[in-house]
């Protein structure tokens, strides 16, 4: 089982910028897919982006123009890019990678990152 870290979170104001990292503990040219879910009070767990070797790259509707995924294999690490943040950004951010076991496949969870938006 691949073993995620997360870090990057925090407060900011309403249109500015943090950047979330998941350091996953193997090389992710491994893993079939990464990304970020998150999760506000109240509220479903929403896919917010995804990186796959199938479909490529996607986003929430809610987040697209605003957020960038991308990955640095060297460092088997990948990232999202927050910027423009609005106040209904603000959630618990979960990464997560699935991975190929001899059953089929497994998904593993980040401890999840707070992001709070606010004046």
Not at 6 to 35: D, K, T, W
Not at 65 to 74: K, Q
């Amino acid at each position: 089982q691949v073993q995620l870290v997360e870090s990057g979170g925090g407060l900011v104001q309403p249109g500015g910028s943090l950047r979330l990292s998941c350091a996953a503990s193997r090389s992710i040219f491994s893993i079939n897919a990464m990304g970020w879910y998150r999760q506000a009070p109240g509220k479903e767990r929403e896919l917010v982006a995804a990186l796959t070797r199938r479909t490529g790259i996607n986003y929430a509707d809610s987040v697209k123009g605003r957020f960038t995924i991308s990955s640095d294999n060297a460092k088997n690490t990948v990232y999202l890019q927050m910027n423009n943040l609005k106040p209904e950004d603000t959630a618990l951010y979960y990464c997560y990678a699935i991975t190929t076991v001899a059953a089929g496949t497994t998904t593993a969870w980040g401890q999840g990152t707070q992001v709070t938006v606010s004046s």
